[in-house]
């Protein structure tokens, strides 16, 4: 299905994208939409006949679990509720620990990447067929950036992606700003991922802005795309004609007239591109990747969980750095989660950093450093205002009524006293929750 140039959707800029000219096709978030009711502009938009597509963020298809049914269903639910062409989601893994080993569940609100190895690459296939068997619609999978590298991969994502295609029949989202964020973060040349993975296989491609920083690339989304990105777009358009090429922006949106240059100088990219046809390798398959059998075996798995949950641990609940790892990476990993933590919670909780002022941030890194996220950015939200109202924060008693008010009407009791707060601890510490 040929998709064409496409945008972001997103509530902030609903208004923008309905008037920007030449969009063809819009991509929303699926967990930020409601099943039994769609955003006005997304409906006037779909009575305009442009494609809206659902793009998942919270299924984790790289863990060690099996994707979760309920999940699952809701994504269905939103593709049919879209009329939606194909679903999509991330190579990657976002939670961690549980039952399987034994630990404390832990979520990365972020998305986090999976080991380039063949245990990894067996687990991610039956956790990819579990997907394609629940969804009305085809799947593709995007590449992730990343800011750190997993030690004893086997693999270059390029032939990752290639056996993926070749075991599952997936179809690949590729964001070329992910592909620049890999090479400035790990070393890894855009155009031999390119030469690498089934350029047949794609269906559409993402093309977003970041900003790099004491040599570390951060793919911001809030950021206006840069050159080197454009650069990876043509090398990308040299090889196939893409079916779809998608602006992404989630923060900091500038002005609709902004976003219309952004989009045309992805046209002029692309357009500059179509003339020039490189060679592309003949893709070898891998005798091994196609006669590979579904990840029976559980012991994979609990390989996969183990090394996943110490990995997340020393990134958000100060946990030890895993052998292997490159430790000031994971610092630099560990400090984005949480500011990305702190400004999704002050988006889903907006009256936070109004009752709390410029204390807000301050406030909520400080509770994030001892307070692993666990249920989501809603629940966080709550317990974070429940953290400061049992230590009598803030100062300002009108603050403080604000919050407590703010806290009760969400939660629908009064915050619990510290005696509470101790038997909760100390019941989580014998059952291990």
């Not at 800029?13 to 502009?41: F, K, R």
């Not at 939200?381 to 100062?395: G, N, Q």
């Amino acid at each position: 299905m040929k998709l064409g140039i496409g945008i972001g959707w997103r509530p902030e800029i609903a208004d923008a994208v309905e008037a920007l000219p030449g969009i063809d096709w819009v991509e929303a978030v699926a967990e930020n939409l409601c099943p039994g009711h769609l955003p006005d502009s997304l409906v006037r938009l779909r009575e305009r006949g442009v494609t809206v597509v659902p793009h998942g963020v919270s299924l984790g298809l790289g863990g060690a679990e099996r994707p979760d049914a309920g999940r699952l269903t809701d994504l269905a639910a939103r593709a049919e509720l879209l009329g939606a062409p194909l679903v999509t989601e991330h190579i990657a893994f976002v939670r961690a620990g549980g039952p399987r080993i034994g630990a404390p569940g832990l979520e990365a609100g972020h998305l986090l990447p999976v080991p380039r190895t063949r245990d990894a690459l067996d687990v991610l296939c039956e956790n990819v067929r579990i997907a394609q068997d629940s969804l009305p619609v085809p799947l593709a999978l995007e590449n992730i950036a990343a800011l750190i590298a997993w030690p004893g991969e086997e693999m270059t994502e390029g032939r990752f992606l290639a056996e993926l295609v070749e075991r599952t029949g997936v179809r690949l989202l590729i964001d070329v700003a992910n592909l620049h964020t890999n090479h400035v973060n790990r070393g890894e040349d855009p155009a031999t991922a390119l030469d690498e993975l089934p350029v047949e296989a794609i269906a559409y491609v993402h093309v977003a802005g970041g900003v790099e920083k004491d040599g570390v690339w951060h793919d911001t989304h809030a950021h206006p795309v840069t050159a080197p990105v454009l650069d990876v777009l043509a090398e990308l358009r040299s090889r196939v004609d893409p079916p779809g090429v998608l602006l992404e922006r989630d923060d900091d949106f500038p002005p609709a007239a902004e976003l219309a240059g952004e989009l045309d100088l992805i046209r002029s990219a692309l357009a500059r591109a179509a003339g020039t046809r490189r060679h592309v390798p003949e893709a070898r398959t891998s005798a091994r990747a196609v006669a590979a059998a579904p990840a029976g075996d559980e012991a994979v798995r609990d390989r996969l969980a183990a090394a996943q949950h110490g990995l997340l641990s020393a990134l958000v609940a100060r946990g030890p750095a895993p052998e292997g790892f490159d430790r000031d990476r994971l610092r630099v990993q560990s400090r984005a989660l949480a500011a990305k933590r702190a400004g999704v919670v002050a988006k889903v909780a907006p009256e936070l950093p109004e009752i709390l002022g410029t204390g807000y941030r301050t406030a909520f890194l400080a509770y994030a450093a001892t307070r692993p996220m666990s249920a989501g950015y809603r629940r966080d939200a709550l317990d974070f205002a429940e953290s400061l109202l049992l230590a009598d924060r803030p100062a300002d008693a009108a603050a403080r009524r604000r919050l407590t008010h703010w806290w009760q009407d969400r939660a629908g009791a009064r915050p619990p006293r510290r005696t509470t707060l101790l038997l909760r601890a100390a019941r989580a510490a014998l059952t291990g929750r």
